[in-house]
């Protein structure tokens, strides 16, 4: 790995955790702003441009809120993570999650993530989810 790749991948590194904790925390702006212009998240179907994405954020949450006085509160921890260096200007990562709720382990999988050098950031060009396990308590199954 180059000194170059070196401090690539701690940048990318600080980008992966930014947008997760501002996915929790429901920042928009601050989710939105981790991904390229024409960025796409993929779910079941793919939320294109950063516009869309931050209109997607400040929607509806896709995890229902509890009910009956139970906290509330997800929380995505970023485990093994690799780092790809497909050109000067790109990467690709694939990132396991684990997510705790009021539940406890609640669900995990991982990312797979397509990386693009913008300036001096490196931003998330498309991002692909997959869960893995959840939880017969999950929040996810409210």
Not at 51 to 69: D, F, K, L, N, T
Request: with cysteine; hydrophobic share 40%; charged share 20%.
């Amino acid at each position: 790995m180059t000194d170059a790749q070196v401090r690539a991948l701690a940048v990318i590194e600080q980008r992966l955790a930014a947008c997760t904790q501002a996915g929790d925390a429901r920042k928009a702006d601050a989710y939105a702003e981790c991904f390229t212009e024409d960025g796409v998240l993929q779910l079941d179907a793919a939320i294109a441009g950063r516009e869309a994405i931050r209109a997607w954020m400040r929607g509806p949450s896709v995890i229902p809120q509890p009910g009956g006085g139970v906290p509330g509160f997800i929380s995505h921890h970023l485990t093994t993570c690799r780092v790809e260096f497909t050109g000067e200007d790109s990467a690709s990562a694939r990132t396991y999650w684990l997510v705790t709720s009021a539940a406890g382990l609640d669900h995990n999988g991982y990312y797979v993530d397509a990386l693009r050098r913008v300036g001096d950031a490196w931003l998330i060009a498309h991002r692909r989810p997959r869960t893995l396990w959840i939880s017969t308590a999950s929040v996810l199954r409210r």
